[in-house]
């Protein structure tokens, strides 16, 4: 018998691409031939609006890239100016930072959870994610009054200072973190439906991972040990004590697994940080005219979904000469089509959610 | 916590490179500076020799340095090793072109297809050159400075 | 004490009622078997009502939070305003599509759970039509939904639909023989395939006692022939975004929604019929009373699991039919027999 392949659009209006990512998948029956991502439907330009506003105008436009890790971005291009103009951030400030950044890693984590168990079909699971992130956001609602995209995290520190209660309001959240765990490992992970989904489809090789420039979780679930906090920390990471979870085989499951572990490590660090914490000013003396002298610097820091990095060439004027962002989610994408090759189109869905694009990143 | 690549190599090595016509700047960012026709080779020494062993592309990206040309900019780590270098090279603004380090990294695809979509820089050896961010049709290279921005209607 | 039961009383005053107006008692019983058809229609759609707000509001249990809460008390007229939304919104169709084949799909499917009604025992002497070979016409009528399924996927012109028309055939013709099969211990005990026989002999012991392996196998090949969770994978919005129910909108969609609600209390009464003993109960409560709570509590379970499990990949959900629950229903049914058998020579 004749059999021919088939395309299939899928995306970029679907229900479960992240967003608005396309992908035109080649079909022999439900087996994936090829799965060929289209991205840009959400490009703004950020890079090129960038060029044209003053430094303190381009930072809301960090929270706008992976708008599920707001804090870490911010974070990110903060410290990539900061360390071209060499402005010394006020100790209380970057621990603030770490924690903000840590509880939106975590916030990033449960929703990639709760989306890739929802697509497995368990909405259930999907649902529980995103009422604990709530009180993540809760908290960053406390803080500066947002809860997607922040403007928290400013030149020099922060913009405000914690206000009365959210400590204690932090603390009390961290202790009910361990149940949530718990409601994610006994619910979700001891899945046997899900075990089946995930278990040993889309391998990918820790020579391979390496070779395509994948990071975060990705990267860490094929079993190297890369993560920026440890391998040149910025910040003060390098005070606090965590581990980072690596997989062994590089499937759906180890990246899944991977991001679990990572939680809990940020929870972890979230509580020392919380101990530590000097009293003291949040901002540090920052001319109010930002202009960073003449430089170019590359600076990275480990987002949610990956290496997230900053180049960022300055001409001495008040407005970035040149601003590039390496997005971890853009790299990441590029291993859809490999990965899903010779799986069944029910598996794509799983496998681009362990991959875990947000497509504010992916496009720019 | 990431080292300096150059304090990791020997002299011999260091001559090496600077045989392929690389400027070394040591004194902070570690920056490389490479003729474009050598890209290859110096990349290729910098990820398979043992002293150096630069396994991870991090990142590809394009400076429009208006009239001296473009820079491209290589950002190059150690995931074994912790070190760190950036390797740039030049190229003059009538021609903008690079060999591609698809062959090496092949991650570097979507990178180097983002530099040649905004940026206007074609990679030379790339598998597939086309527009990535942009629509098929769109004329010009939005991040380079001589871009003239439609205003809006 | 049968005529205690009002819904009883109230068919016999109309068949009192239509007996001094229709020549013949043949005029009658067709008469009969019309008030039957009607009150199941009336039944399928007040049902589908509550069981769409129920779904809602056991999901929101579920998942902690509320469901529907706005319109009326508890929500409770929420169904009703979004059947009133569904009903007059424009009935588009696509350019494209098969036009006869795709307007007449979402009707066809509703057929099946309709015709199954007529052999439901609500209680005793409550059955629309005693048919004495109503387990096996349950069978034979439920298949025809596959048929609408792959008119819906094929006649929507929509690749999405296909692949979900698709899945639904393989998906439901192999889950219809482990459903047979654990039909079938019930049968062999019984010795009868009359629904009213079969509640009839569980007066004193009720069958899931007896095949409870028969019963594992009936609510998961059941919940894959209704296309729930984890067997969605017909809809599996995730991948195939609705699979043949893409293209529907409007009416024609709310038409595959009360299908699917009225399979579903078809294939829960089924169960309550073989296996928790039909309309037997305390008699302080009438016959179908029991026998629509029975009903519920298994659409309750289906209902929970739904909301609690992911979806099978399509090459898993083959696996578990063909290499699991076909041979253990095949085992069950030779050890039924072989149970059947010692039973007698024992003489019971």
């Not at chain 1, 970035?320 to 990441?332: D, E, G, I, Q, T």
């Not at chain 3, 699991?305 to 253990?328: E, G, H, N, S």
């Amino acid at each position: 018998m004749r059999t021919q392949t088939y395309e299939l659009n899928m995306g970029p209006q679907h229900p479960s691409t992240h967003g608005v990512l396309r992908v035109i998948l080649e079909l022999d029956g439900e087996t994936v031939i090829r799965a060929k991502p289209v991205v840009g439907y959400l490009h703004r330009g950020i890079e090129k609006i960038c060029e044209s506003k003053s430094y303190p105008q381009v930072l809301p436009y960090a929270d706008r890239l992976d708008y599920l890790h707001s804090m870490g971005n911010a974070l990110g291009l903060c410290q990539t100016v900061e360390k071209l103009m060499g402005v010394e951030v006020p100790e209380r400030a970057e621990y603030i930072r770490v924690i903000m950044a840590e509880l939106s890693r975590i916030a990033s984590h449960q929703i990639f959870l709760g989306s890739l168990v929802g697509e497995c079909g368990a909405l259930t699971g999907f649902v529980f994610a995103i009422r604990d992130r709530e009180r993540i956001l809760d908290l960053f609602d406390m803080a500066c009054g947002a809860r997607m995209t922040f403007h928290y995290i400013r030149y020099g520190g922060v913009v405000q200072d914690l206000p009365e209660g959210w400590v204690e309001a932090c603390r009390k959240f961290l202790d009910d973190f361990d149940g949530m765990m718990e409601t994610y490992r006994n619910l979700l992970v001891g899945n046997e439906i899900l075990q089946a989904r995930l278990k040993g489809i889309a391998v990918l090789s820790a020579e391979r991972a390496l070779a395509m420039s994948a990071s975060g979780g990705v990267l860490r679930a094929s079993g190297v040990n890369y993560d920026v906090r440890k391998a040149e920390p910025y910040g003060i990471y390098n005070r606090f004590d965590f581990d980072v979870p690596l997989g062994t085989v590089g499937d759906s499951w180890d990246r899944m697994m991977v991001r679990l572990g990572e939680m809990e490590q940020a929870a972890r660090i979230v509580r020392q940080a919380l101990d530590q914490m000097p009293e003291g000013p949040v901002m540090a003396k920052v001319p109010k005219l930002i202009k960073p002298p003449p430089g170019e610097i590359y600076h990275h820091v480990e987002n949610s979904k990956g290496d997230l990095g900053y180049y960022l060439v300055s001409d001495g004027s008040p407005k970035p000469y040149r601003l590039h962002v390496r997005r971890p989610a853009f790299v990441n994408l590029q291993l859809l089509d490999e990965l899903c090759r010779g799986y069944l189109l029910a598996d794509v869905v799983p496998i681009l959610g362990t991959l875990d694009p947000v497509l504010g990143e992916v496009d720019c | 916590m990431s080292e300096n690549l150059f304090a990791k190599l020997t002299e011999h090595q260091l001559s090496d490179l600077a045989g392929l016509g690389c400027q070394l700047d040591g004194e902070g960012a570690c920056l490389l500076t490479v003729p474009a026709e050598r890209l290859l080779a110096v990349m290729k020494m910098l990820r398979d020799d043992v002293a150096s062993s630069m396994n991870y592309l991090g990142d590809i990206t394009a400076v429009d340095r208006g009239e001296a040309g473009f820079e491209i900019i290589y950002q190059l780590f150690s995931v074994t090793r912790g070190v760190k270098a950036t390797v740039k090279v030049k190229v003059p603004k009538d021609k903008p072109e690079v060999p591609s380090v698809v062959s090496l990294w092949p991650g570097a695809d979507w990178m180097e297809r983002e530099a040649y979509d905004l940026m206007g820089v074609t990679f030379a050896g790339h598998p597939e050159l086309k527009r990535i961010l942009l629509d098929e049709d769109f004329a010009g290279h939005p991040l380079r400075k001589d871009f003239r921005m439609q205003p809006r209607e | 004490m049968p005529n205690d039961d009002i819904l009883l009383r109230i068919g016999a005053s109309l068949r009192e009622l239509f007996a001094g107006v229709l020549p013949g008692p043949d005029a009658v019983d067709v008469a009969m078997y019309f008030v039957a058809l009607i009150a199941c229609v009336a039944l399928i759609f007040t049902n589908a009502v509550i069981l769409i707000l129920a779904e809602r509001k056991v999901a929101g249990f579920m998942q902690s939070r509320l469901g529907p809460h706005r319109l009326g008390p508890y929500g409770m007229f929420q169904t009703v305003a979004d059947v009133i939304k569904l009903l007059t919104k424009e009935d588009y169709r696509p350019q494209g599509v098969d036009k006869w084949v795709w307007a007449m799909a979402p009707v066809v499917l509703f057929v099946p759970p309709v015709m199954v009604y007529a052999v439901l025992p609500f209680g005793k002497n409550l059955v629309p039509v005693d048919l004495n070979i109503g387990i096996f016409y349950f069978v034979a009528v439920s298949s025809v939904a596959t048929i609408a399924f792959l008119m819906a996927g094929w006649g929507s012109n929509n690749k999405y639909s296909v692949i979900g028309g698709m899945r639904a055939v393989a998906q439901m013709v192999s889950y219809e023989i482990p459903l047979v099969f654990s039909i079938l211990g019930v049968v062999m005990l019984t010795g009868s395939l009359q629904t009213s026989v079969i509640v009839e002999k569980q007066s004193g012991i009720w069958f899931i006692l007896l095949q409870p392996v028969a019963f594992v196998i009936y609510l998961i090949a059941a919940a894959a022939e209704t296309n729930r969770m984890p067997f969605d994978l017909v809809e599996g919005e995730s991948e195939i975004i609705a699979g043949p129910f893409t293209e529907y909108s409007g009416m024609r969609w709310a038409m595959f929604f009360l299908a699917e609600y009225a399979s579903l209390f078809a294939v829960s009464a089924i169960a309550s019929t073989l296996f928790l003993g039909g309309w037997h109960g305390p008699s302080f409560l009438p016959g179908w009373v029991w026998f629509l709570g029975k009903t519920y509590v298994m659409i309750f379970v289906f209902m929970w699991v739904r909301w609690t499990f992911p979806r099978l990949r399509v090459d898993q959900l083959m696996a578990l039919c063909w290499k699991y629950l076909i041979p253990v229903s095949l085992a069950n049914i030779l050890i039924t027999g072989i149970g059947i058998f010692a039973y007698r020579a024992m003489g019971g």
